[in-house]
């Protein structure tokens, strides 16, 4: 999973949404340094039928990975705290790009939002705008990265790398004091 | 969508699910009298991982597909009432079968539990044991359909038929007594 080559992990992170995909791509180094290398939305259109938008999707996700070649595909875990439509659509969003991973012989993961924000931020709880800051300084971007699907993408990307998808850590240098603090607190938990 | 040869609808069912997913294909003809084409259930090992498990499903799902050519896939509709995983799961699995459509061409539909028990038995809180009963009285077959994932997909592809898929029935005379009372029910409620 890890490029002998240059050492870096390359993972493409997916905010699963049957209307908005969110995909984001980074390369994470081994001292936990990234790279934006593509971010975009997956769309389909909500006046198509339901068959023609899950095909859409996974052709959207297939370019990706075609294109930009992950070793990993992160997805965003749905959970079914209510019987709406949209929790379902997003359910069957989210089978889609892990049947991608799963075509395309790569591993897949799932993270809840909660350990997305907490990889990102050190906070659980943290607002979209917090990730979004964090996201745009981790990967030194001038912006910070719209839309909001895009941007939970690239954190979910980040996170995934983060939280054991690349080698622990050779130094904590590179870390901000949000990610520093995570990793204080996953070293607490392991003991 | 109907055959121009025969007058008959093929219609693919699909009762997802991750560890067992029914498939049944039927042949309904304009005057709603079915014969069996195929039934079985596709599976995918629970300790597998889930991106291989739906890959797997989406395999199974195509080759039934390719072999008999139905006109159009018929999924049963998941309901998230709790926040189980095995209901994300069977929602991943209805998304995998819907994809399969939409890149196959195919129309699909969708069909809650209620509406399938209701076409098949004239009953929407029938239990199991009265569906795969009717199951196999309209398919003329000699035992009941097993496994209960299978007798669910030829129930679903059966509804599917019966409700719209194939052209309004010329005559009721084909019909068992609990159908000719749901579609006299049926036409009660479009007055």
Not at 23 to 39: E, F, I, K, P, T
Not at 105 to 128: F, M, R, S, W
Not at 137 to 162: F, I, K, M, S, Y
């Amino acid at each position: 999973m890890i490029s002998r080559r240059t050492g870096t992990l390359r993972v493409l992170g997916v905010d699963p949404g049957l209307t908005r995909c969110g995909v984001g791509v980074v390369d994470v180094a081994a001292d936990r340094s990234a790279s934006l290398v593509h971010v975009g939305v997956v769309r389909s259109d909500p006046g198509m039928p339901i068959e023609q938008r899950l095909a859409a999707i996974a052709a959207g996700i297939r370019a990706v990975v075609d294109e930009h070649g992950p070793a990993v595909i992160a997805v965003e875990r749905v959970f079914a705290q209510h019987n709406r439509e949209s929790v379902m659509g997003t359910a069957q969003a989210s089978g889609i790009a892990l049947l991608v991973a799963g075509e395309r012989g790569l591993p897949a993961a799932t993270h809840t939002p909660t350990e997305v924000k907490a990889a990102i931020t050190g906070y659980g709880q943290a607002d979209k705008r917090q990730v979004q800051t964090m996201v745009a300084r981790v990967l030194r971007l001038d912006e910070l990265p719209q839309p909001a699907d895009a941007a939970d993408a690239l954190a979910l990307a980040l996170c995934h790398a983060w939280r054991g998808g690349a080698p622990a850590a050779a130094s904590s240098s590179a870390l901000t004091p949000a990610q520093r603090a995570w990793a204080d607190a996953e070293r607490l938990a392991r003991r």
